[in-house]
């Protein structure tokens, strides 16, 4: 069990709310989610930047030791915003010769996303203490996906909490189960996609991921995954230019959408919506079984 929330920004003027209504609805799932959460935000791009999220694993984190050895190896500019574990690096780089450096001289660094509109940060803790901890209510962007929650298949560690990302600006939070993501590993690794993890969602996320890199729209991506992805599952994707929803054919894990005209709210259930304003007056409804759902600020 575990909690899922999205929050897109329909009006342009309430982006600067984002982080201020998220963090009560990733807050209301801690009894869905209690041992480790996170939220990735997608901003407006930064022209000719790249964004890279992240993390320090073991030991204390040296960020601006990594920012010399980036300038000293990798042409481009670069900056770097670092809090605590977590660091934002910045580059006009395209980001690979950097992920090749943190890999082979940073052993105890784990990138967790990368692209020109998403930051992503998750921990392990208590959702509350995580929202404090990196100050998830001053963040500001378009659209934000969250989740808490409750390990059943794998450790509970930073690099395991979701969201989980491949490729860039992209995303995914699961609630549910996979039968057979050790299935999906077999058939994507022969193609040289890497796995960072042992938990099921990042089957999930690489496989979506994958279909839309060869050429798929994320419906068509999303439909594929209905034959190759086994199990229970209700799936919240956050792309550059919005979010996806979608539940498995019979519906297993609950999910309830709140639309107005200045936002888009998903939740596990309604509790995380209550606070939200004129949600009395939104239009509420559960999705259905087997049924792509996708908003788009455009």
């Not at 930047?49 to 980036?70: R, T, Y």
């Not at 190896?73 to 580059?91: D, E, F, M, R, Y």
């Not at 995954?225 to 019979?250: H, M, N, S």
Request: with cysteine; net charge negative.
């Amino acid at each position: 069990m575990c909690g899922i929330v999205g929050l897109l920004m329909k009006n342009p003027a309430w982006d600067e709310r984002l982080g201020e209504l998220l963090v009560p609805m990733l807050v209301g799932m801690t009894e869905r989610g209690p041992d480790s959460a996170g939220m990735a935000v997608f901003g407006r791009p930064a022209r000719g930047e790249i964004m890279l999220s992240l993390f320090q694993l073991h030991g204390q984190p040296d960020w601006l030791g990594l920012l010399k050895a980036v300038k000293t190896s990798v042409p481009g500019t670069h900056h770097i915003n670092a809090n605590g574990q977590h660091a934002v690096l910045h580059t006009t780089s395209d980001g690979e010769a950097i992920r090749a450096l943190v890999k082979d001289r940073f052993a105890g660094i784990v990138p967790l996303a990368a692209g020109s509109r998403i930051q992503l940060y998750k921990d392990i803790g208590a959702p509350a203490e995580i929202a404090a901890r990196y100050h998830f209510d001053t963040m500001v962007g378009t659209h934000a996906v969250g989740h808490t929650r409750m390990a059943t298949e794998s450790a509970v560690t930073p690099d395991r909490a979701h969201p989980f990302t491949a490729g860039r600006d992209f995303c995914l939070v699961h609630n549910g189960s996979l039968s057979n993501p050790y299935r999906v590993r077999r058939q994507l690794e022969p193609l040289g996609i890497h796995f960072d993890t042992d938990n099921d969602t990042e089957a999930a996320c690489r496989f979506l991921e994958w279909r839309m890199r060869e050429g798929d729209a994320v419906d068509a991506a999303i439909e594929k995954g209905f034959e190759a992805l086994d199990g229970f599952f209700t799936f919240l994707i956050g792309t550059a230019d919005g979010l996806a929803l979608v539940r498995d054919p019979f519906a297993c894990k609950p999910a309830i959408v709140a639309e107005t005209a200045d936002y888009v709210a998903i939740s596990s259930e309604f509790r995380s919506l209550a606070h939200l304003p004129g949600v009395s007056n939104a239009k509420l409804f559960e999705p259905q079984p087997r049924t792509i759902y996708h908003w788009s600020r455009a």
